[in-house]
């Protein structure tokens, strides 16, 4: 009992980031993420209370935020808050996702990124029945929980036996490689955006200055 008492400090965290990730906020499990996992290549314990709490945290989440979509909690919230262009993008983007598959898009949207955080209001405003939405998240952040901390808990066990492992700790190679990974999509679409800005800009300056010629 002691020890799975000491073992839950992770585990719980992880629950948090996940119900972090339920209400609206993108990647907040991931700094626990890889705390967990790494925690989770020393005990099996912790490798499976970080699976329940994370199902418990991020089907919770899901939860208020279905309840925003249907109107349940959305007294309790600013509305306003949701409505940056890109959340509302991501938001259509999940409504599409749900109507193309069904109710059952909920357990496969808990599988990925962006989805996962914005399938749950589409589904509150389609009045999606709850307790299959409940049953649907709770699976789909089981099994993400599961593959999530067990890829990342192989990579910790393996990436500790090198040689070179005490002076690049796992969890800070790990860290760097998820900045990376989340930081370069988000960097190539705005300079996309802007160059689809600047070159708007230019035409609009283009066409303006042909009109005063004529």
Known sequence: ????????????????????????????????????????????????????????G???GSLVSYGIGRGITAPLFNRRLLRKKDE????????KFLIDHGDKSIL??????TTRTFISIPAGALRMKIWRFTLYSAIGSAIW??????IFTIFHTYYNKLPFAGRFPSWAV???GMILAIGIPILIKKLRNN???NDKSQGNTLRSDSGREK
């Open 108 to 113: 496969l949207a808990q599988l990925f990124g």
């Open 145 to 150: 929980c599961a593959a999530a901390l067990g």
């Open 58 to 60: 991020g089907t919770t």
């Open 88 to 95: 509302e993008r991501e938001i259509s983007r999940a409504r």
């Open 195 to 197: 160059r689809k800005n």
């Open 1 to 56: 009992m002691v020890m799975i008492i000491r073992s839950l400090n992770v585990p719980v965290a992880f629950g948090l980031g996940m119900f972090l990730e339920g209400v609206g906020i993108p990647f907040a499990s991931s700094p626990m993420l890889i705390v967990a996992s790494n925690e989770s290549s020393k005990s099996l314990l912790t490798y499976v209370l970080s699976i329940f709490f994370g199902m418990i």
């Open 174 to 176: 790990m860290l760097i």
